[in-house]
């Protein structure tokens, strides 16, 4: 199996995000997304049961965590390892262009 | 845990590969190399005991694989599933650039 992460689907452009299962094993999972201006709706907080280690590869994002008081602000390269249960949320996604993440859903 | 993985380490220009862990889970670990130049010894091969999930994320390289007549030309983005024992090369990266990778070695 190979690919190219940053090649984009012809069909993009729609108003949801694109997630995409490069490999699945025990224990781990890694995963495509693509956000296209997106944000997590006012409220709404990921609470996940298993940890995700995450790399933004372009674009621009801003994500907040609950216990955190800024949010942060991601630049191609920036990862993050996730915790279970850490409460995050995606502000905002740049929508002038798509930003490609690289995730890693673990046991 | 959080960091860049395009940010360069100070003492870059060495003349080895360089390797840094990220993550270490059990069945898995998450690991940055950056090359710069360097290629596989001569006929040397790589054979390893667990699977290897690679991306290039920046920089340009050259991966032979025993099984296949050419080489693949890799750039940015581009990742490529390696089975276990499946024995392959680096022929060449791109002495110009730093070559940043990301490998998930798996069981």
Chains 1, 2 share one sequence.
Not at 11 to 18: F, L, P
Not at 35 to 40: H, K, R, W
Not at 76 to 91: E, F, K, S, T, V
């Amino acid at each position: 199996m190979s690919g190219n992460l940053l090649a984009l689907p012809d069909d993009m452009g729609g108003t949801t995000e694109r997630f995409e299962e490069l490999l699945c094993r025990s224990g781990f999972r890694i995963e495509r997304i693509i956000s296209s201006g997106q944000a997590s709706p006012p409220g709404f907080w990921y609470d996940q049961d298993v940890a995700e280690w995450v790399v933004l590869l372009s674009g621009a994002a801003e994500l907040q965590f609950e216990d955190e008081a800024a949010p942060r602000k991601l630049v191609p390269g920036d990862w993050i390892d996730i915790a279970p249960h850490r409460r995050h949320r995606l502000n905002w996604t740049d929508p002038s262009q798509p930003s490609v993440w690289l995730a890693i859903h673990y046991r």
